[in-house]
């Protein structure tokens, strides 16, 4: 399969928690990694492995992996985790290609 | 810390091809780990990968672009291009170019370009 699938949109409460979820056969064989998009910006790398951060990202950003789901979760939203969230790893395919998710839009209330 | 940049017209008549270069800078384009990609996003739609190259020249890419692309790599120039003939009005988008990691079954794209938009348009 060369599909990841994300729900379109999500919404957080202030402060509260939010997981963002992608799903895909890949996932069995490959981790996500999960990109941060906020408008007119290039993506940035939020988690990436079993549960690793780049530098610079909070603490509140956490990944994990279940069977063929790969969950995003921000434990404390804040104002600025408004944003696009998209999951990519690699399809199932003998060249292994790349393939990003359909997307999350997170809206922070 | 690696940087990339995008470069070449923003603008493109139909039939014709798009051509872009990425810079790299803070790096090798040489790198073992590493490999190199271009990735690109029309207004208000998803992200959708079109191919990446490795320091040796290896090339692999999207099937539904496969017709159509080509990555090329100058490591002497710590560069790396992409072109796409034949575009058409739907081969608007911003383009990224961006490096990706693989620590099996880890993979990542750890640091991107700021983006080019690019036009087809007569």
């Known amino acids: 399969s060369s599909e990841l699938t994300q729900d379109p949109a999500v919404s957080v409460a202030l402060g509260q928690t939010v997981r963002i979820t992608c799903q895909g056969d890949s996932l069995r064989k490959y981790y996500a990694s999960w990109y941060q998009q906020k408008p007119g910006q290039a993506p940035v790398l939020v988690i990436y492995?079993?549960?690793y951060r780049p530098s610079g990202i909070p603490d509140r950003f956490s990944g994990s992996i279940s069977g063929n789901t790969a969950s995003l979760t921000i434990t404390g939203a804040q104002a600025e985790d408004e944003a696009d969230y998209y999951c990519?790893?690699?399809?199932?395919?003998?060249?292994?290609?790349?393939?990003f998710g359909t997307g999350t839009k997170v809206t922070v209330l | 810390q690696v940087q990339l940049q995008e470069s070449g017209p923003g603008l493109v008549k139909p039939s014709q091809t798009l051509s872009l270069t990425c810079t790299v800078s803070?790096?090798?384009?040489?790198?073992?780990?590493?490999?190199w990609s271009w990735i690109r996003q029309p207004a208000g739609k998803g992200l959708e990968w079109i191919g990446r190259?490795?320091?040796?020249?290896?090339?692999n890419y999207n099937p539904s672009l496969k017709s159509r692309v080509t990555i090329s790599i100058d490591t002497s120039k710590n560069q790396f291009s992409l072109k796409l003939g034949s575009v058409t009005a739907a081969d608007t988008a911003v383009y990224y170019c961006a490096r990706g990691a693989l620590y099996f079954p880890t993979v990542y794209f750890d640091s991107w370009g700021q983006g080019t938009l690019v036009t087809v348009s007569s």
């Open positions: 492995g079993k549960d």
């Open positions: 190259i490795y320091s040796s020249g290896s090339t």
């Open positions: 990519n790893s690699r399809d199932t395919s003998g060249d292994h290609l790349e393939v």
């Open positions: 803070g790096g090798s384009i040489s790198s073992g780990n590493h490999y």
